[in-house]
């Protein structure tokens, strides 16, 4: 089960996790970068997701891929 959240601490985790993976603080911020190499999860593109399963991209139960369309 997923546990709850608020604003303030969403906010808070991500600044913890942009400052560790991405210092410099510039913008664009290169999610694919950290995400393929510093994170090593794999992006793997699915022609027609949108279409076929009404998804933009999910993570595998394992947490090793994310399909994107």
């Not at 410099?24 to 279409?51: G, H």
Request: without cysteine; negative net charge; glycine residues 2%.
């Amino acid at each position: 089960m997923a546990s709850y959240l608020a604003p303030e601490d969403i906010e808070d985790q991500a600044a913890t996790f942009l400052r560790k993976h991405h210092p410099q603080n510039t913008i664009p911020i290169p999610i694919e970068e950290i995400i393929d190499i510093k994170l090593r999860v794999n992006i793997v593109p699915v022609a027609n997701l949108m279409r076929s399963h009404e998804l933009d991209g999910f993570i595998t139960r394992d947490l090793s891929s994310v399909l994107t369309q």
